[in-house]
């Protein structure tokens, strides 16, 4: 079975704090996405990648950043962590384009 | 900027009987467009895509149509049953790599 696997379920960070959330996915996908979401304002597109140490800007960049290294693997990083950071990340992977995307199960983050 | 809306009041409906979302959106002349459904605290499940130049698509129970002159798709459930209860997303392609614009969602309510 197919997957995209988030590390953390829910994560509680204070202030400051820099944060890491990890996306692996198992199906040798070429893009790989991160979203937030919030009630009321459905997925808002962070960042993305379409191939190894690739990444473009989606439409909330600031605050974020991503690292992927290997295609598998695609990380969200906050360097200094603030309190209206605090939403659902999910990670999506697809093959190409037109494809449906296969998401994770979400991080729930609270930044306290 | 693109624009998609979906109506954000849950819509009721009784079991067996069909249920019709609606997505609407603006500035924009997608490619394609998708749909997923999404169960609390879980990610998106993709359930269909349809291609601008498709006018309907089918998937068991479920169906979806285009409109690119009204900017309008619809998602229909025929039967619907109590387990077809979650919100579902449309989600437009914004141009390259796969991107996607996602709806708030509407939650849809089946009950027995």
């Known amino acids: 079975d197919v997957k995209v696997t988030q590390s953390s379920r829910y994560l509680v960070k204070r202030t400051g704090e820099k944060v890491f959330l990890e996306c692996v996915q198992d199906?040798?996908?070429?893009?790989m996405f991160w979203y937030r979401q919030d009630p009321g304002l459905g997925l808002r597109l962070i960042y993305f990648s379409y191939d190894v140490k690739m990444k473009e800007k989606g439409d909330i960049p600031e605050g974020y950043s991503v690292s992927r290294e290997k295609k598998e693997r695609f990380s969200l990083i906050l360097e200094s962590a603030s309190t209206n950071q605090t939403s659902m990340y999910l990670c999506?992977?697809?093959?190409?384009?037109?494809?449906?995307?296969?998401f994770g199960s979400g991080t729930r983050l609270t930044v306290v | 900027s693109q624009k998609i809306e979906q109506n954000s009041e849950a819509l009721n409906i009784q079991e067996g009987k069909t249920a019709t979302l609606t997505c609407n959106y603006t500035?924009?002349?997608?490619?394609?467009l998708q749909w997923y459904r999404q169960d609390p605290g879980r990610g998106p499940v993709f359930l269909l895509l349809?291609?601008?130049?498709?006018k309907e698509k089918r998937k068991e129970r479920l169906k979806v149509t285009f409109d690119t002159t009204l900017k309008q798709s619809l998602f229909h459930v025929t039967a619907s049953q109590p387990a077809d209860s979650a919100t579902y997303l449309c989600a437009l392609d914004s141009g390259g790599y796969n991107k996607l614009i996602f709806g708030a969602g509407t939650r849809l309510a089946v009950h027995p």
């Open positions: 349809i291609r601008e130049n498709e």
């Open positions: 199906m040798d996908h070429e893009n």
């Open positions: 500035n924009y002349s997608p490619a394609y």
């Open positions: 999506a992977s697809s093959l190409e384009e037109t494809w449906g995307y296969t």
